[in-house]
Nanobody, 125 residues
């Protein structure tokens, strides 16, 4: 059974940086599609970035050039380096992986069926 645990959230001033981590267990490398998502109060959950086993990475336009998704060499930790944070980046951040083999892109939110518990990011302006 896949288990995902996020950490690294916190409070930061606008322009600051945070690095989120997602510890993976029970995950098969052959099923490699991982993503970061976020949800602000009163808003729908939205995709932030995804990475697949071919190394293809996709970013939402709102974070492109500021956020970087990556993994450690053992492929059991997913990271999201967030730079140049803005107030509108404040949200609960989740890592997730889909079941099956859907297209691994950040906007395919409905395909991601396995989620962590989330880590809160607050950016003050």
């Amino acid at each position: 059974q896949v288990h995902l645990v996020e950490s690294g959230g916190g409070s930061v001033e606008a322009g600051g940086s945070l690095r989120l981590s997602c510890l993976l267990s029970g995950y098969k490398y052959s099923e490699y599609c991982l993503g970061w998502f976020r949800q602000a109060p009163g808003k729908e959950r939205e995709g932030v970035a995804t990475i697949d086993s071919d190394g293809e990475i996709n970013y939402a336009d709102s974070v492109k050039g500021r956020f970087i998704i990556s993994q450690n060499d053992a492929k059991n930790i997913l990271y999201l380096q967030m730079n140049g944070l803005k107030a509108e980046d404040s949200a609960m951040y989740y890592c997730a992986t889909p079941t099956g083999t859907p297209r691994c892109v950040y906007y395919n939110v409905a395909a991601f069926a396995r989620w962590g518990q989330g880590t809160q990011v607050n950016v003050s302006s």
